[in-house]
């Protein structure tokens, strides 16, 4: 078993024309409140080791590609300065540098990118082995995973960028939503990172930085648009005014689709090693997608929220009444008989799991032309997004009407830290940011972090009765934090 770096380097998809051609002085940073990441009282940060157990299972191998040096880099200063100073003092975008650091759940993320959208390096650390050996994400063994390459993910990021701490111009961190115990992971690191070198931090919303890749890889990319979040912890229908003011259109009740697809995979005997979503998706194209009769979810409801804790359901009773026994014989040892079942349970479920997500699109859709008639993209984005019936069913829905469809490439629709650096850098260029932290400021300090956090505020035809987000939530949105903090 191997805990595995993947390593990859800038390429042509990594490049992007500059959104804006310089950085503008930034705003008052008393408006970037939003952003702060609060101290909540002191407990120790222990350095966490991973029990022997575990350490057999992380064993690490890396991988790289040479990456073209970066010509000389100018880093932002983060003195105070009056409007004048800052708008002389500013460097080009293309010279700012972000690093990005991801924790949020089963993956250790990092990498830098510049202000123009070139990506010089990324370095992922998958928790793989460990999701397939306990059947799923184990917040306190993750933490302990993230806590033991965290490290090193990081200055393989800044060397594969050919980079110290000081050649940045800013850290961004994923603050929330996600696993507390991970998430406070890549906090302390950033934090660490940003206090050694004086640097800015921005805490970044991990499904708006899903969203915004997007815009990374597409320069024609410009708000308003719509978009779809799909993973295994989120379903997200959103409309995006402006950089961080969103609309709730729709969300899931109970379970998300990548959570669906994941259990259903595991229930059928699949290897879950390269992640239950791809190996379901390999055997549905066996089966015959109406052998099982799966009733589609919410038809009833008239809005645009989700629910797949049922088709779970309806899953794993058909899985009984045919009798697969898939826990004792796995698929690699099925007979071609109980091979040719599993596929076309794999393939109805695909099959009724999508057209959820397409019915669920299509009034989104009707919707947010009501709101905002000028759109025309289409943003689906998310783990789940890697997945080509979903890419191709979903492109049906946006040329339908009369939208374009926009995807990132597989290996930024996954968790990365090349999302959280751009979406930093929008920010950071957009004069949200944290300043660094104190001199003095404890090693051992924790701060405030955002486990269920709101990306918009929900849409008035939108409210499911089922699930509130004024019961659901914890932390108010990232929209309303915003316009609070304009408004002071």
Not at 465 to 471: D, E, G, I, P, Y
Request: glycine share 6%; net charge neutral.
């Amino acid at each position: 078993m191997h805990f595995l770096f993947h390593v990859k380097d800038s390429g042509k998809e990594g490049m992007a024309a500059a959104l804006l051609p310089t950085l503008s002085p930034p705003v008052s940073r008393a408006a970037a409140g939003f952003l702060l990441l609060r101290r909540a009282p002191a407990k120790p940060f222990s350095s966490l080791r991973p029990p022997q157990t575990l350490r057999r299972f992380l064993t690490s191998t890396f991988s790289s590609s040479p990456v073209t040096p970066p010509p000389a880099l100018r880093p932002l200063s983060t003195v105070a300065a009056s409007s004048s100073t800052a708008a002389r003092a500013a460097p080009a975008r293309r010279d700012l540098l972000m690093l990005g650091i991801e924790t949020s759940c089963d993956d250790t993320a990092a990498a830098v990118v510049r202000g123009d959208g070139e990506i010089l390096s990324q370095v992922i650390s998958s928790q793989a082995d460990l999701l397939a050996r306990y059947g799923g994400v184990a917040p306190k063994m993750a933490e302990e995973a993230h806590a033991f390459v965290i490290d090193q993910v990081v200055q393989k990021a800044l060397d594969d960028a050919k980079l110290s701490g000081s050649d940045l111009s800013a850290v961004a961190v994923t603050v929330g939503p996600g696993l507390s115990l991970c998430l406070r992971v890549g906090v302390h690191k950033a934090r660490q990172v940003a206090k050694s070198f004086g640097l800015p931090i921005v805490g970044v919303h991990h499904m708006e930085a899903h969203a915004l890749v997007s815009r990374l890889v597409n320069k024609d990319l410009d708000f308003p648009f719509l978009a779809l979040l799909i993973s295994g912890g989120h379903n997200l229908l959103v409309l995006a005014h402006s950089l961080g003011q969103y609309v709730q259109l729709g969300t899931t009740i109970d379970d998300a689709i990548g959570e669906a697809y994941d259990k259903s995979a595991r229930w059928l005997g699949l290897d879950m090693r390269k992640g239950g979503g791809p190996a379901l998706e390999e055997l549905a194209l066996h089966g015959d997608p109406k052998a099982v009769n799966f009733r589609v979810p919410m038809r009833q409801h008239k809005d645009c929220n989700f629910s797949y804790a049922g088709l779970k359901t309806q899953v794993r009773l058909a899985i009984e009444s045919k009798n697969l026994c898939t826990d004792d014989i796995p698929i690699s040892s099925a007979s071609e008989e109980d091979r040719q079942s599993r596929a076309n349970i794999a393939a109805s479920f695909q099959r009724v799991a999508v057209l959820h997500l397409e019915e669920r699109c299509q009034r989104a859709v009707e919707w947010a032309f009501k709101i905002e008639p000028s759109i025309k993209y289409f943003v689906v984005s998310g783990g789940v997004a890697s997945n080509r019936y979903v890419r191709t069913r979903l492109n049906q829905i946006a040329e339908n009407n009369g939208l374009q469809l926009v995807c990132p490439p597989p290996s930024l629709c996954t968790d990365n830290g090349v999302m959280i650096a751009w979406t930093g850098m929008e920010h950071f260029v957009a004069g949200r940011f944290e300043d660094p932290p104190a001199a003095d400021e404890p090693d051992d300090m924790q701060y405030e972090l955002r486990p269920r956090w709101p990306l918009g505020e929900e849409y008035s035809e939108g409210r499911s009765v089922a699930r509130s987000l004024k019961t659901a939530r914890v932390h108010p949105s990232l929209t309303s934090m915003i316009q609070g903090s304009l408004q002071k």
